[in-house]
């Protein structure tokens, strides 16, 4: 796994590092740095494998002009390495992964200026950071998508059609038929087999209805279905990356649904041997985490007086008797807006 990130002079950071577990949620106010910390590994995956293009770049994450993609906060003296983005990946083995990134002016790219020896980290290869939208998961639209699910689930139903259509698919199907049945309604769902070439449909039963016509479409179904089944995939498939990061993983999910979802993915990554870093703005998800288990992991990441994004880690505190979502809303973690 992932253990360590250290990441330097990118957007609001300057000097930051990050000590990982399996599942790692962060909290922080809105523009605090959450997603630019994301946004930072996506960098050093495109320059693991050499696609530093603004093409492959801007499918991955918010492009803009390079004086912001890198930090504003150098003083004087260090204006010469103003241009330098530093972020350097160490494994669980001790392997390092470096890159020191350089935007070459009359040439209009990102030049990758680290030593070339740096090990290549067959988990960083692949780092995505997922956004499902509703209309994505809905229309099943793949046209422009990042295999296999797309990064706002364009390529969820295509996917999920070739995980189902694999004569071992026994397993993925329990693992997504367990984790759907946290909706009470939810009786079991399928691909029918009478589909034509270029339709995308599923079939989804609910225990409440008659007999005679049991099944609706994704065109019906509530978006919190599809946005647990897209979880679901993200975390069960042999397909998608091993390492990843999902952005406000509440969007659409009742709390309580939040709370039992993430106790869910927490044991699905252990069989799976999947890692994963969350940002969220709900206090429900917290609840979900078990601070005992070195492997689950709560940071606070928040702006100092000088602006810089700075990440604090939450340990697990046996005296703590309040849910997590309290002690968050009440202050005293930090993590929520000060100027009001």
Known sequence: MIDTINIKNFKSIVDLKLNLGRVNILIGANGCGKTN????IAMASAANHYKLDDEYLGARLRMSEPEFMRSQFESEEDLDNQDDINISITDNSGKNTYCALVRVSNENKWLDVSDLSSYINPRLKFFLIFSPEETNLRKFSDETMIRPLGRRGEGMFRHLKELLSNG???DILDALNSGLSLLDWFKGFGIPK????MESRLDIADRYLKETKPFFDQHSTNEGFLFLLFYLILFNSPNTPSFFAIDNIET???PKLLRRLMQHLVEVTKKTDKQVIITT????????LDLSDDQQRLFVVRRNIDGHTK???INHNENRKLPLSEVWMSGVLGGLPDNF
């Open 37 to 40: 910390i994301l946004e930072a």
């Open 168 to 170: 071992n698919n026994n």
């Open 311 to 313: 990440v604090s880690r």
């Open 252 to 254: 659409s999910l009742n």
């Open 194 to 197: 009478d589909l034509f070439t």
């Open 281 to 288: 703005h709900s206090p429900y998800v917290l609840d979900g």
